[in-house]
C-alpha cells in the first residue's frame, strides 16, 4: 500500500477529534479516551459474521512469523517487540493466504494491558489486542471470522470473559466489535504529558 493510500484510509477512518489528539500527541500530550470492552461468543453472532476464512489457514503464530509481521508497512511495532510478546506468554493467532500472512489478533492471558489501564487476569481471562487485516481486504469478512475463531481458541483453553479496549473515536472498531456480540463495560480517560506526568483514573477491574 502506498503512502498516499495509507493517508487516505488514515484520514477516512479517522473523524477530526482523533486527528486532533494525534496532533498533540507529536508535541509530547497524550489523551486517551477509552471503552473498555467485553467480548465472546454469543448467541447474537450470525452465520455470516462467522464465514471469511475461506482459502486461509489459521494458526497460533510463532517465532518465525514475527519478521514478516514486522514488515508490514505503517505499523510502529518493531520486531524485537514483537519477540518480547511471545516470550512473555502471549499468543497471536494469525490467518495466512498464499503462504503470506493477512490477518492477526493477539491476546495476553495474564494482563488486561493499555496506556492508564491496567488489572490482572483471572484463569478464565484473556485481553485481545493489536488487531490487523491487510488493507486489500478489509471489508470481506475476514476481520470477524479470524476473532470468532480465537473466540473458540480461547474458549477451549477455558478463557470465556474476554477484554478488549477501543478509543472513543474508533466508531469501525468500536462497530465490528458490537456485531460480533460485544458490550461497553465501561468508558475512561487517561492524559500523559511529555511521558513524564500521568493524570487520570487507573483503570481498574471492571
Given at each position: 500500500?502506498?503512502?498516499?493510500?495509507?493517508?487516505?484510509e488514515?484520514?477516512?477512518?479517522?473523524?477530526?477529534?482523533?486527528?486532533?489528539i494525534?496532533?498533540?500527541?507529536?508535541?509530547?500530550?497524550?489523551?486517551?479516551?477509552?471503552?473498555?470492552?467485553?467480548?465472546?461468543?454469543?448467541?447474537?453472532?450470525?452465520?455470516?459474521?462467522?464465514?471469511?476464512?475461506?482459502?486461509?489457514?489459521?494458526?497460533?503464530?510463532?517465532p518465525?512469523?514475527?519478521?514478516?509481521?514486522?514488515?508490514?508497512?505503517?505499523?510502529?511495532?518493531?520486531?524485537?517487540?514483537?519477540?518480547?510478546?511471545?516470550?512473555?506468554?502471549?499468543?497471536?493467532?494469525?490467518?495466512?493466504?498464499?503462504?503470506?500472512?493477512?490477518?492477526?489478533?493477539?491476546?495476553?492471558?495474564?494482563?488486561?494491558?493499555?496506556?492508564?489501564?491496567?488489572?490482572?487476569?483471572?484463569?478464565?481471562?484473556?485481553?485481545?489486542?493489536?488487531?490487523?487485516?491487510?488493507?486489500?481486504?478489509?471489508?470481506?469478512?475476514?476481520?470477524?471470522?479470524?476473532?470468532?475463531?480465537?473466540?473458540?481458541?480461547l474458549?477451549?483453553?477455558?478463557?470465556t470473559?474476554?477484554?478488549?479496549?477501543?478509543?472513543?473515536f474508533?466508531?469501525?472498531?468500536?462497530?465490528?466489535k458490537?456485531?460480533?456480540?460485544?458490550r461497553?463495560?465501561?468508558?475512561?480517560?487517561?492524559?500523559?504529558?511529555?511521558?513524564?506526568?500521568?493524570?487520570?483514573?487507573?483503570?481498574?477491574r471492571?
Amino acid at each position: 500500500m502506498s503512502y498516499f493510500k495509507h493517508l487516505q484510509e488514515k484520514v477516512r477512518y479517522s473523524p477530526l477529534p482523533r486527528i486532533f489528539i494525534d496532533g498533540l500527541d507529536k508535541l509530547g500530550i497524550q489523551i486517551h479516551l477509552i471503552y473498555l470492552i467485553q467480548e465472546g461468543i454469543t448467541e447474537g453472532v450470525t452465520r455470516q459474521q462467522q464465514v471469511g476464512l475461506e482459502g486461509c489457514e489459521v494458526s497460533f503464530l510463532g517465532p518465525e512469523d514475527m519478521t514478516e509481521m514486522a514488515q508490514i508497512p505503517y505499523r510502529p511495532v518493531r520486531y524485537e517487540e514483537l519477540q518480547r510478546r511471545l516470550k512473555d506468554g502471549n499468543l497471536c493467532l494469525g490467518a495466512k493466504r498464499d503462504g503470506h500472512l493477512v490477518a492477526f489478533t493477539w491476546c495476553n492471558l495474564t494482563r488486561c494491558q493499555s496506556e492508564g489501564y491496567s488489572f490482572s487476569l483471572n484463569d478464565d481471562e484473556a485481553y485481545l489486542f493489536d488487531a490487523y487485516t491487510a488493507s486489500d481486504l478489509r471489508g470481506q469478512g475476514l476481520a470477524p471470522a479470524l476473532r470468532y475463531h480465537l473466540y473458540g481458541e480461547l474458549a477451549r483453553l477455558g478463557r470465556t470473559k474476554i477484554y478488549s479496549i477501543t478509543e472513543r473515536f474508533n466508531a469501525p472498531a468500536l462497530r465490528f466489535k458490537l456485531k460480533l456480540g460485544a458490550r461497553i463495560l465501561k468508558s475512561d480517560w487517561y492524559v500523559t504529558l511529555f511521558r513524564k506526568w500521568h493524570f487520570g483514573p487507573r483503570g481498574q477491574r471492571p
